[in-house]
């Protein structure tokens, strides 16, 4: 079992509906990044948590440290959210630890 | 301000060669930290530097090593390459007050082995 996992893999979407992607972890950690990998490699770093709730535009990130889950919302959305989601943890002696990752496509 | 600088963008190698991989991280940065992207492994962590330091190192063989200049520019080497190697390498710069620091990437090394 992998200590970061991540659903949905994919996920298909109509422009305008509300999304969530889940991020659940095994190991301790000190904080949580949500990452967004557009084609061609970029990585953009959306959020990192280590508690809370965190909020920017049409994003919400949320954490849950006694359940060891985070979630990623998007309302609204838009055909340029479209990517590859990437949770990351990271755990102890400055070692981050990455999902897999949950393809977004969002249609128009 | 610039963001992270790597280079070469793409580059092309045969099976025993080394290489050397460069990452100019946004200026007053002084963590560097290099991950390997594949699309069977996924992102997988390599090393952090800070400050000329490694502070620590992921589950990579010794082929795969780094370092760090005192004004923060970062370098990676693989040698002895392997098929296996092909990936996107992707460096990182913080500033590095805690982990809660948000990372920056570049835009990645395709590095292809033949």
């Known amino acids: ?95 981050y630890i990455f999902g897999t990752g949950t393809r977004l496509k969002v249609l128009a | 301000k610039a963001g992270v600088t790597q280079t070469p963008r793409y580059l092309i190698k045969t099976r025993g060669q080394q290489v050397t991989l460069s990452c100019s991280p946004i200026s007053g940065h002084r963590s560097v930290s290099w991950y390997q992207q594949t699309p069977g492994q996924g992102l997988q962590f390599l090393f952090e530097y800070f400050s000329e330091t490694q502070r620590n190192k992921g589950n990579f063989p010794g082929r795969f090593s780094g370092r760090q200049f005192s004004n923060s520019r970062s370098e990676m080497n693989v040698s002895t390459l392997e098929l296996g190697d092909s990936a996107l390498y992707l460096c990182a710069s913080s500033s590095w007050t805690g982990p809660n620091e948000k990372l920056f990437f570049g835009s990645g090394t395709q590095l292809s082995v033949l």
């Open chain 1, 1 to 95: 079992k992998n200590e970061v996992e991540q659903s949905p893999q994919n996920l298909t979407a109509q422009e305008g509906e509300f999304i969530t992607i889940n991020c659940s972890y095994s190991v301790g950690i000190s904080a949580l990044h949500w990452l967004q990998q557009h084609p061609g490699g970029g990585i953009v770093s959306l959020f990192m948590l280590s508690s809370g709730k965190k909020k920017h535009g049409r994003l919400i990130a949320t954490i849950n440290i006694q359940e060891k889950h985070s979630s990623l919302h998007i309302t609204a959305s838009h055909p340029r959210d479209s990517a590859v989601y990437i949770c990351a943890v990271f755990s102890g002696t400055y070692k």
